[in-house]
Every structure is written in structure tokens, then in C-alpha cells.
């Protein structure tokens, strides 16, 4: 591990919380080259939806390799390129009777994101764009302005100008409609809050702390959009791909998105970024938004196979099925450990576990030496992570689920031979 | 190619230059799926420095797929990523007295050069950073602001701040030193131009025209950067990776920058990036610049290959054997066809061939249907570019330039007969 | 008139409310060219609370130029720059309690609120400032960056950087407390809003419509700032110097700010502007900020006059008293005319009349033509505001909301006849 | 003096140059409480162009204060603004062929030059505006942007945005034409200077350090910005008023600015300030840029009078004749005192003698020890800045220098000492 701390930069993070060299993964299994075996409950952050190197993805690429099908390919036609785009628009737009138009764009979420906010600012001339409370969206500056958190930020970068914040669903209380709130400064002409280009959103808060917005929140979301001719943007990035039971995180709520932006399980496990928008809001000139990698044709190869969990709904049904047993499962943990105070809340396969500050990330840590890799979230790292594959096996499940029980039981005997100075 | 037009955003570019399917690719080789057959004098952008599916390249891949080594590993430490770091360590770093440490960004040129302005503005706590005209960094929000060409702006993006422009060598002419300029601003304390946390550039502008910076004003910039206490960084993505004859394209120059972008070919042809950075300036906090495929595990896996080939000279010396031919021949083409106004510039194996306007554009065209891929630059599209693999055989270097005469004789033969009313 | 058409800019506004060319003016009534007398209800946007030409300070400045004083002094130590410290320090701040260091700067409002804005900035080392709905503080740069009526903004100023804004007392409601609000941001690291320099506010807005800041919410917000160690500035430009019954108008509420703007009347009646500033944020180089006129020695001997409205209680006891008396009267004309929806709100000798869009305009209108100027506010002109001296006699104000009363009934009368048709 | 000390704020600044409390002036001459007299060379940094108290304009102002004129008159129609529009018409603009229309905005320089660049912006929709090297255009945040001293700004204020600077006449040495570089920038699109709403300039640069732009530098500006569709702003606040020995300083260049930014002297003393601006660009909505004391009556009865100078041509060649003077006498000066290294510029009545850093401003302080009030500029404080009123007489202007050669002497004479020990 030393080459780690000797030539990586001091940002480095996840190696400092999984601090083993990882060899090879399967599915929803990982090992070090110790050959120690971890359960895998972060699926990537959010990129391992199908698990790793599924058998499907890996045969596919390593056909392509083998018959020299073109890697890089800018934004050339391929042939790996048009399977995707035949796939994507067979499988997944046209039997939600979506008409998308795509956008490949640099193999990043935070490039998505970019993209979306500068083709709205373009169509619409107007600058404004506003976000969410514990939104996150990237880190590159035009992302970066529509994050959430100050972790992030430096007085130095100039970064806060051309977006606005507003509360999301839940972040005045349960009974505040944080719609109706943001109407108010939208009609009001002299409330500060300039008429934007766009609203983006996730619908799902992952780094935020697993927020999840009610239906009838998006559904008014999208209502107050369409009375004020703003654009609606929903970042899909995280909490898209099935992660909460459909492709899309929207389709529970029945909205139609002006822009949306996918990244991360799109590439089936391999970088890539797609911006998808309504025809009539295609107004690029051509090569107006570039990249060099945006042409990745290994992903475009991988997130062909990864597609076809959605021939039909059983990957859907899976996850609602895990999902609720998931729920289960973590409300029983948070009775079993009321000192430390836990709050579960999610929705398909995205969880989280509010728990009293510091628990989750020593319950992580816990975790960790017990053979499972679990991340947190929340501006202050206080809520535990739950993000497992869709296909994770449930015995699998099961098991990382024990080690939470286990960690949490070892913190919570930790804290007791504390207050009784054992 | 329907698809492609009735799916794809209008922002795709390259396609409408290249419209046809590509499949397999070889080296210098391309072919569609009806088996024609293109030379590569573009290299996927500068992706491409060793080539298209490099064998060993290739192999390395599959046996990485084949044992289900780690392909998705965010930044926690893998095998694959360590044999990179070792590598880079020990083939480029160490040989050439450079004691860099490495982040590891989201897998686009322009994440790097983000990272780069962030950390500069946060270490020195200054917000402005100088440019140049000309210069490309990348079209997110923050480097954007630091890419010359106005063509990929709009006023609705507010991404004019924190950023001064100052005339490139040659901008003002060739017997002007714009480094004496520049220094004028920054010794007058009533110029306008706040001492900046760095100055960015490239040592030889790709998408401005291929303009190469003298080694005298290099060496010039860095003193300059010295005196004033302000950072040096070298935006190497396009042009570093051996282009220019050695490794880092400013070894020619013996300066020794703070900070380093890298990406494009530093992959083997898969999306990968890194800021290379001197080790007092590692003063981020633990994942407070972060990126989902920063751990893009295939692509280390290709960066290690490719980087043995940095093992010995040999490469270097053919870079330099190679970029001597095609000067040579460009300039008998340039001799051959004066009425198109030609200049021949460039360095290593990045060969600029400026024209009349209009007509780079038509060569590019003419050779496409001739089976060579070239592309233009330049603010105008006014420049040739030559950008072929580092590794193409001479014969494919002869076969391209010959296509390349063939188009300009045949474009020539239009302009003649359109004079002569044929 | 025409030469007004003619060569003033279509900027011109009170010119058209009140089309007649004024000539003399004395205490609470101006009259014009042709003798028409008008009785002042507007007091110059708040200059005039002492009356338009008080014989006192009339009979100062004559004196003064008879003498020869200096009239322009840059920030020149001069004996009229002495007295009016002297005056400002015995009558106003040592009363008071207060020890602010007075910085005298360009003598508009809009420059005194960039000077807070910048100081705050400078001191705090922070570049975010929280301003609220419907606050107006100027129109130059940073001061239009904190006033929220979208109607003086343009895409093109790029004027939406570093300002966030929040709902003011009662913007939500009556039943919501929005200083709670305002903390949820705050405390959340990730809302967002970064901890601002500061938070400027008017605790009754002017322009914004007559919104009166409860006391106990103008305490909340004091503590707030002190919580989170934020600079508080009292932009007091129009209702400071006694509008609303004590100098200042933060005494009310007992709280000491850490800046305060003052402008308009504190002249008397002649262009000056201050920034009061606790001695530790006084931390300006010499010469940092500065301005032409901002020793203009005769607003000096005029504010000194001025000043001495204050050696005794009678002018805050008359406010009060005549305050009342305006609110009854209101509140009966209110009574008079439901159908226009009205609605009293103010504090001490402003007050405001919301009806029915389009209402107060046409009162404005119909009241000029019976000799009474008065002017509206609010973001759609929706609000009659009443804003006269201090000083005026009952019997003028008696004869003014009399044609107030007149107006409406007029007004009324006219809505009547249009729907029966006459 | 001690009440400046204990209350003002340490921004103060000329206080500390000239340290005496002054009383009463008259034309050249203050004098302070002592009875001591100085003569003026400093004219209130160019708003004393027709001198102190000139008797015409304080018995105008005693008239207009005696009959009760109105004072404060926001901007409402009145007889003393219609007298100024007036006679401003016919003495100024008619003769003169110029058609601009007038906008009177806040009585501050800085206000003016914020209204030029907002309704520029607004006109053109370009948020970009191009200022020069050593440019002063106020303090306020429009106006610093494109203010180039570094002393005014601070990282905290975020004000480095939306302005580009290029080198002023001579800024490169007397060799280069910096319009020929400008034009470099405007002509490439991928300078990163995009094209703005306008050029924004001085024509002699008064607090930049008596910089002088030759006319033949002006016509090729003004050139460029007709073929570039770019609005002329000429900034004549300090050096318009017939400073230069027309009224306008541009009038020596024939050229036709679209815009010109007035203040200081054309309230003849009191403050005042105006926007000129051809009819086509007074695209302004009623009220959009706004302030309260924009109809301040005493100044416009002040300036009405001061205009009556521009009657016939007796100023202009009186400015002419006694600039010559100052010229010679300067140029014998500095042939008196080489040791100091010392440079003469300037024009009409505004000149400039630079020396070895320091020299001036020890030059300063010696001249006010023996009654000579006259202040440096230049972004070092390099150059002594000669600007006397326009009305002078030619014994008071001998003195003065005499002064000067006097102070300069004794500083010879110190160092001489400092150097032979003694």
C-alpha cells in the first residue's frame, strides 16, 4: 500500500476507508490480494448496478477486444455505438414512449451535468439555473455552482454565481410544501430570485443523505415548470439506471423531464455520460460541446449487454421485492439500537440509515474489518449508505446486513464499556 | 447511419466528417463495416499515440477481464493501479528527476484541467488565472473560462471571470516577445491584471493551429512565473505522451512546471486522467475533488502497457526520425502548391499545414473519400492537422501524405476549372 | 416642458408621474411655475424629513457661502466637516450608547451600501452577503446584486454573483417564522448558502412595499448573526433619521448592528451618505475606497442644522403622535373602500396603502391633479406610500389624506360608471 | 484635529496629506483656521475647474436658497434644471454639433460610469466591456472592474469578472500601437477577448498618472469601434470640463463618442453627475437606473452658472495659454533636477511630473509646509499632479511652482546631506 500514500495525492478518500489492495470482483463480491473476500454494498457508488464483471458484460468486451472492434472512437459512428443507441431507444425510451434525444458527452457525471446546464442557459438566455439543498452534481465549476455542500468549495474558486438555492422536499419539515415556498419567489418579481433557465434536481438525494422526494412533491416540481417556462433537469445520475425500481428515478412520479442526465451503471461498470433532452431543445451547433473520451466504445459495448435486464420487468420486481426487504431489515436494526438514534429512510435499492453523528462512519469502519464495504452520506457523514447491487443474491444480503447488526452491536458494547470505564 | 441522425444530438461532429460506420481498427488502420479501409492521421484526437488496439494492449485488457481483476474501483487501491502508479513511477517519473504526486480525476481532459485551477486558486488563494490566446483546456464551466475560442461560449453562460488572456508567442507576430508584455501587466500594479495563483499553457497549441512555443519563451514564462511567485501549469493532454518527441512536452524546454495535466493517450486509448502536481501544492483534504471513474481500472491496466514503451529511446528516436518526414513532405507540398498559401508548422509528430481559408476543410473532405482521416484546427478550421499514431509504419505515413498531395492536386484541378469555367 | 422630452434621458420617471415644472418649495408644500400649490406627501424618497428648505438650514447655508466657506472639500479636514462630527457624535451616537466610526463616503445611498459590502467582504475574508425579498439598496453594481426587483436588472450586467437572498419578515406568511428558515441553511454545511460576510436588511422596506420587520424578529436575526459570527448591516437610508419615530430605526428593537448605512435626509436635504461601522471593522487603508464628493461641506452645515431636531424628544414624540394619526385615518379610508381591497401596514410616518393592482397608480394620478404628490412601491406599484415630513403641520396632512379619500372616491365613482355602462 | 482621528474612519486620506482643518477659500486661495492661506493645485481632484466659490456661482446660490428654490427635487421638472438643460444645450452641445441626450444620475462619477456600462450591456446584449491599462473609473463594483489599480480591490469582492484590460497608449513603449494589438485580440475568435459592448476609456488618464493618449491613437480607437460594432465610452470625469482646453476632452481627436461620462466640474462644485449618450441608445424603461439625488437643484444652479464660461472662446484660450506656461515652467524644473530622474507630460491644464519613486510624494509634503496644496498619482504615487483651477491667475501659478522648485530643493539639499554624512 505504500506507493498509494508515497505518490497519490492527499485526496485520495476511499482507500483511506478500505484501506486493502482489491484484486478481483464477481457480482456482488470483491477480494484483496490477500484473497480475503468483501460483500459489496456500494456497488461502485452507484456505477456496479448489475454487479461486477458480469458474465455478460465480460464476454461481450472481451469479443469486441478479440475481433479489434474500435476503443476510442471521438463521436464517430461505430457499430458498437449504433447497438447502444438501437438498444437504448428499443429498450428503454420507446416503450415508456420517451423521444429523447442523445447526447454523448465526456465520460463523467459532472460532464453531463455541464452540458445540461449550459444547453438550458443557451435555449433559454437566461442565466439562473436553481438547485437544491443537498443537491449534489459534480465538482467541475458549472456542476460544482449547483452543489450543495461546502466541503467542496473555496472562497478562492468564484464559484457562487448564476445559481440559486432552494428547499427541498422534507428540508423545512415534514409539513412545509417547499413548492409552494419556491413559488413565492417566483412570483414575486422582486423576491431576488431571477426567473431561471432551469430547475435541476435529483429525485433520489444520494450524497445528500438519501432524501427522497415525495411523488407529489416532483409531480408540483414539475406543474410550477411548465406555469413558469422552466426548463426541469433531473439529474438521474446516482439513483437512475433501476436503482429505485424503474430505469428512471421519475417514472414513480409520472413527470416528464425536459433534460435528463445518466452516468455512471449507463456504461454497465465502464465510464460513460449521456445528456438526453427534448428534440426541440437540441439547438448545439455541431462540435459546440465536446470530449475527447465521449466515444468510449468498450462502454458502449458494456452498457449494450447491461441493457437487456430491461427486456422485460424482472429486474424491476427484484429490486422492489429487495428494496422492501431491505426496509425491513434496517427498521428492525434501528429498533434493535435505539441509543443511537436511527432514522431509516429509501426507496428500491437506496437506502439510508440516519444514525446519531460519527455511528455510521464507525459502523463502516466496523463493517469494513468484517467483510463488508459500506459508504456513508449526508453533509455531515451521518447517514450509512446502503447501495448493493440490483442482482445482489439475498443470501448475500442477508449477510451484509448481519455484519451492519454485528458492527452496530460491537459500537453499541464499545460505548457501554465506555460509560462503565471497562 | 440513420440512427445516428434521427437519435443523436446535433452537437455530433466528427461523424458528419467521417460519415460512415467504422468497425475494426488496427494500428494506422480503420475500417467500416462495408471492409474500406482508412489510414488514421487523426489518432482519435491525440487517444491514439500507440495506435488502435495495441496487441499487447489488447492482451493485457482480456486476461484483466478474464480473471475478473477489478474493472470499476473508484479511487480504493487495486492491483491494477498500483502496477500503474509503479510503472509511471519508475518508467517516467523517476528517469526524469520529476517528484510528482498523481490525482487521479474524473477520466476527461477537461476534469484534470479543473482540478488544476481549483487547487492552484486554493493553495495560492488567489482567484485569477492567466491564459492564453488560443489556448483549449476544455469546455466545463471552469476551464472553459480559460479556452480562447468564442465559438463554444454564449453570454447566457456567465463564464467570463477570473480569467485574463494574454498573446501566446507569435500572437503579436514573430518578432514580438509576449513574455516582455506580459510582464509589463504584472509588474504595473495599475495594469488591470491581478497577480494570478498560475498561468496555463500549452507548450504547443493542438486545437489553436498547432502553433509551437519557442523554447526561449518557455523558458522565459517560467522565470517569469518565478519572479512573481505564481504557478506553472502545463496543459500536456493533447500534446504530451510522447507527441512531441519526449515524454513531457516541455522537456524540450528543461523547465520544471508545478502542475501537469495529462490524459488522452496516458490511457492506451481507454478515458483515464491525472494531475501531476509538486508535492508541497497536495493540499487537498481527503476527497474534496472527486469523481465516479477516477479508478477506471481497464484503463489502467492499458496505461501500464502502453507506458513500456517508454522503457527505452527508441520510441523518442522515432518520433524524431518520423516528424522530420513529414516536414519534409509537407513542405514539398507546400512548395508544390503555392496558390493555397500553405505554412508548415509543428514539432515532433504534430504538423500543422495552414492554407487559404476553406481549403483544409475540403482537403480533409477530398482525403476522407480517399481513405485518410485528418482533421482541421485553428480558430477558422484554417490548419491541416497531421496527427498520426507515434508508431505508424513509414509506408502509412508515405500513403497518407501521398493521399494528401492527391487531394490538394484534385482541389487545385476544381479551383482551375471552376476559373476556366469547365 | 419639452426640453425635458427633448434632451433628458427616457430614463425619466417622476417627471411623468408628476408633469409640471416645480419651482419653490417650502416646509411641506411646493408649488410650481405657475403658482399651483401641492401639498408633499413624498418628501423626496425620504430626503425631506425636515421639510423642504427649513429657514434654519436655509439661513446656515446662506451664511455659509457668504462667508466663503469651503463648499468642496475631498475628505479635507474643514470647521463645517468638525461640526457636523462633533454634532453627529453629542446629539446622535453618545445618547445612543453607540461608538461607530463614521465613514463619509460618495454621497448617494447606493455608494454607501458598496462600501459596507465591500468592507464587510474585505474584513470577513468571506464574499457571500445575504440580502432578503423585496430589499432594495441601489443600482449600482454590488448594491443592485442585494436589491431584488428583477425590473432593474438585465442578463446582460451579470449582476447575480455572491448575493443570496431570503424571505423576508412575513414573505411566507404571517404564521412563519423565516429567521428559522433562514438558520436551517445556515446550520446545513451542504444547503447551499455559504456563511455569508453579512446580511443587510432594511427593518421596514421602502421600496419593497411597506413591509414592517417585526421587533422580535429583528432580535432573531441580531442573535442569528451572532451565532455565526455575521456582520449585521442596517441599511437605514430611508427609514433612518427618525422615519419611523427614533433615529435610528433598528432602536425599536434594541439591536446593535455592526454597520449602518445612512443617506437622504441625513444631508439635509442636500447629497450625502455615511457608513456608521464599529471601531473594530474599521479597517481600511487609507484612501481604499473613496469618492469626489464625499466632502460636500454644504450638506455638512446643512446635516449639522438638521441634527438639532434631535437635541430633545419633540420630533420623535411628534412622529409617533402624527403616526398615529395617519394609521387611523388609513385604516377609516380603508374602511370607506373595500372593494379596492385595501390593506394599512407602517410604523411610525411611513405607511402604505396595498390595493387592488393598478389602484394605487391612478390614486397617485388622481391625487396630483387635486395638488397632493405621493408616490407608490412595491414590486408592482401595488402599494400607496405614504411618506411625508416630519415635520409637516396636521392641518396639511389633514387636507392631504382628504384628498387621498377624494381620489379613491373618484376612482370609485369611475369603476361604477364603467360597469353600469355610463 | 483630534475628533478626525477618534471618529472617522481610517479610509480618510487627504486629511493625512494636508493635516490642518481648513476654513474658507476663494478661487486659488484656502485658507485654514489659523488664518493660514494655501494655494490650490489640487482643485478638489478636478472639481474646482472654475475655482473656489467662484462669486457668480455662490450669489446664484444665494439667490436660489433666499427665494426658496426648490433643492432636493429627485427628478421632477424644475425651473433650475431646465435653465441647466438649457443653457448645457446651447452653450455646449449645439455649438458643438453634438445631439447626446442627458441623463442625470447619481451626483457621483462612479454612478455615472455604472450607467454608461449597464445600458451598454443592456444596448448591445455583450456583457463584456474593454477598459485600459491604469484606468480609473470609480470605486463602486461595475466601475471597479474596470478600474486597474490593485491597491482598490480585494479577493473578497468577486469583482474580476465581465471587464478584459489592454494596454493604453504607450503602455509598451512609445513604439508599439497597442490599437494594432487590440485589434489582434477582436479580430482572432479565439483570443479570448470576446467582443464587447464597448470600449471604455479615458482620454488622458488623470490618476493613472498623467498618461496622454495621442490623437492619432484616439481616431484609430474610435475607427476600431465603428468596425467592430463596439460603443465608445469616453470617460471625462476628471479631464472633461475643458481640463484639456476644449470642454470636452475628446474634441482635440475630432472623434464622436457614444457615450461620455461627465462629473466633478460640471456642478461647479457641487455635486453633480451625467450620462451623455447618442438618442438611438436611450433604450432605458422609465426608472430603470435610478437614485435620489440625481436632481440635486444647487448644483444644477451652480453648474448652469459655471457653464456661462463656455459663452465664448476666452477660457479655452486662456487654458491653452497658461497650460504652455505650466509646460515650461515644468520642463525648467525638471532640467533643474535630473537627480530625481524627472518627466514631464500632460495637456491644457493637467500635468504630470514624474520622479524616482518617492520623490513626489516627500515633494508633496514639502509644498504644503510651505502653502501649496498638490497631490501625486500614478500607481506608485510617482508622478506630481498638477491641476490647478482653469481660472488661476498667473501670479498664484508662479508661486506655486516656485513652491514646487523650492521643495524640490530642499529635498536635493537633504539628500546631498544624507549622502556627505552631515
Given amino acids: 500500500m505504500r506507493i498509494f500514500e508515497e505518490m497519490e495525492s492527499e485526496v485520495r478518500g476511499y482507500v483511506r476507508s478500505f484501506p486493502t489492495v482489491f484484486d478481483v470482483a464477481k ?97 433559454k438566455q437566461r442565466s439562473n439555473i436553481i438547485a437544491f439543498t443537498n443537491g449534489y452534481h459534480g465538482l467541475t465549476m458549472g456542476a460544482l455552482a449547483a452543489t450543495g455542500n461546502y466541503f467542496y468549495k473555496d472562497e478562492s474558486y468564484g464559484s457562487r454565481s448564476n445559481t440559486a438555492f432552494m428547499p427541498y422536499d422534507g428540508f423545512l419539515g415534514e409539513d412545509v410544501d417547499t413548492i409552494d415556498y419556491l413559488r413565492k419567489f417566483l412570483n414575486d418579481g422582486s423576491s431576488g430570485i431571477d426567473l431561471p433557465a432551469a430547475i435541476i434536481v435529483e429525485t433520489v438525494q444520494g450524497e445528500g443523505g438519501i432524501n427522497v422526494a415525495r411523488i407529489e412533491w416532483l409531480k408540483k416540481l414539475e406543474q410550477l415548470c411548465r406555469e413558469f417556462d422552466i426548463l426541469l433537469i433531473i439529474d ?27 452516468s455512471k451503471s449507463i456504461g454497465g461498470g465502464l465510464p460513460m455520460a449521456l445528456l438526453l433532452m427534448r428534440p426541440e431543445l437540441d439547438q448545439w451547433q455541431p462540435g459546440e460541446h465536446t470530449g475527447t473520451f465521449r466515444g468510449n466504445n468498450l462502454a458502449f459495448v458494456a452498457a449494450t449487454e447491461a441493457l437487456s435486464f430491461w427486456d ?78 440490483l442482482l445482489i443474491e439475498e443470501e448475500l444480503l442477508t449477510e451484509g446486513l ?14 457501554d464499556d465506555m460509560m462503565t470505564g471497562r
Fill in 236 to 262: 438521474d445520475i446516482q439513483v437512475g439506471n433501476g436503482r429505485t425500481g424503474t430505469f428512471f428515478s421519475f417514472e414513480r412520479a409520472g413527470i416528464h423531464p425536459d433534460m435528463v442526465t445518466l
Fill in 402 to 415: 448481519g455484519i451492519i447488526r454485528d458492527s452496530l452491536q460491537a459500537l453499541a458494547q464499545k460505548r
Fill in 27 to 123: 457480482g456482488s463480491e470483491l477480494f484483496d490480494e490477500n484473497g480475503t473476500r468483501y460483500i459489496d454494498f456500494f456497488a461502485g457508488a452507484g456505477v456496479l448496478n448489475y454487479g461486477h464483471n458480469h458474465p455478460m458484460v465480460t464476454k461481450a468486451l472481451i469479443e469486441h477486444l478479440e475481433r479489434d472492434g474500435i476503443v476510442h472512437g471521438l463521436d464517430k459512428a461505430t457499430i458498437a455505438k449504433r447497438a447502444f443507441l438501437q438498444k437504448f431507444r428499443d429498450t428503454i425510451l420507446a416503450p415508456r414512449n420517451l423521444q429523447y434525444k442523445v447526447q454523448f458527452t465526456g465520460p463523467t457525471g459532472t460532464n453531463a451535468v455541464e452540458t445540461a446546464m449550459k444547453l438550458a442557459r443557451m435555449v
Fill in 312 to 389: 422485460n420487468d424482472d429486474l424491476a420486481t427484484a429490486v422492489v421485492h429487495k428494496g422492501k426487504f431491505i426496509e425491513q431489515e434496517l427498521q428492525k436494526i434501528a429498533d434493535e439500537f435505539p441509543q443511537f438514534n436511527p432514522k431509516v429512510r429509501g426507496l428500491g435499492m437506496i437506502w439510508g440509515l440516519e444514525m446519531t453523528p460519527g455511528v455510521a462512519s464507525e459502523t463502516s469502519a466496523e463493517a469494513f474489518e468484517r467483510g463488508l464495504i459500506i459508504e456513508t452520506s449526508g453533509a455531515d457523514d451521518q447517514v450509512l449508505k446502503f447501495l448493493p447491487s
